[in-house]
């Protein structure tokens, strides 16, 4: 049981960029996020997904765009990298049934935009 | 806007002191408080979290004190040790609303001194 996994690890791009980073559960989980967090501003969220097929903007979605491509799978895209966007992203999964609320993190992806 | 205020920004104790980090929120819809802890280099993992129904929760030597009329929760780590050094994140969301988000607070990094 992998819980949520992440790829790439780091990743360093240019200006104007484009890439795409990668999330699995495997908890069978409803609910999926991505969020940024930088120095000083904590955890903050750039898109969820209530469930497969739905997707939401959360407080900073601009530069970004997102797949929730089945139950397992949800992918964050930065379609043309901006300086702004170096940071460190975590992307999570929570089961929405019954009483559980408890939100589980991947281990983060580190980008650098040059 | 700061859904949720964090303080202080840091903090530093002697082992076996009692740190305390406290949190405050206005919007009166949440109803599920959560503390993350986070080490370097890893992603978030939930602490302890309170439902405002309860005045103190306590798990292990972790304690959260809830004050529903101020509108603050804090985090108190009694006897503290070398290994609690971490960055701590208090949130806050509305529980049952599906795929709900989490507003987090910008964290307060501890060092416990041996």
């Known amino acids: 049981n992998a819980g949520v996994t992440q790829t790439p690890k780091f990743q360093v791009l240019k200006t104007g960029q484009s890439m795409t980073l990668q999330c699995a559960q495997d908890m069978n989980h409803n609910s999926m996020y991505w969020y940024r967090q930088d120095p000083g501003m904590g955890l903050r969220l750039i898109y969820y997904s209530a469930s497969e097929g739905t997707t939401d903007k959360g407080e900073v979605p601009n530069g970004y765009n997102v797949s929730r491509l089945n139950k397992r799978e949800f992918s964050l895209r930065l379609e043309s990298a901006a300086p702004s966007q170096t940071s460190v992203y975590f992307c999570?999964?929570?089961?929405?049934?019954?009483?559980?609320?408890?939100?589980?993190f991947g281990p983060g992806t580190r980008l650098t935009v040059l | 806007q700061q859904q949720v205020k964090q303080s202080p920004q840091s903090l530093i104790v002697q082992k076996g002191g009692i740190p305390i980090i406290n949190c405050a929120y206005e919007?009166?819809?949440?109803?599920?408080f959560p503390w993350y802890q986070q080490f370097p280099g890893k992603g978030p993992a939930l602490l302890i979290a309170?439902?405002?129904?309860?005045s103190e929760k306590k798990e292990g030597r972790f304690t959260i004190s809830f004050n529903k009329s101020a509108k603050q929760f804090s985090l108190h780590i009694m006897d503290s040790q070398p290994g609690d050094s971490a960055t701590y994140f208090c949130?806050?969301?509305?529980?049952?609303?599906?795929?709900?988000?989490?507003?987090f607070g910008t964290g307060t990094s501890l060092t416990v001194i041996p």
């Open positions: 919007n009166t819809a949440f109803d599920y």
């Open positions: 949130a806050a969301s509305i529980e049952g609303n599906t795929g709900n988000q989490f507003y």
């Open positions: 309170i439902r405002p129904d309860v």
């Open positions: 999570a999964s929570r089961e929405t049934s019954g009483s559980q609320n408890e939100q589980f």
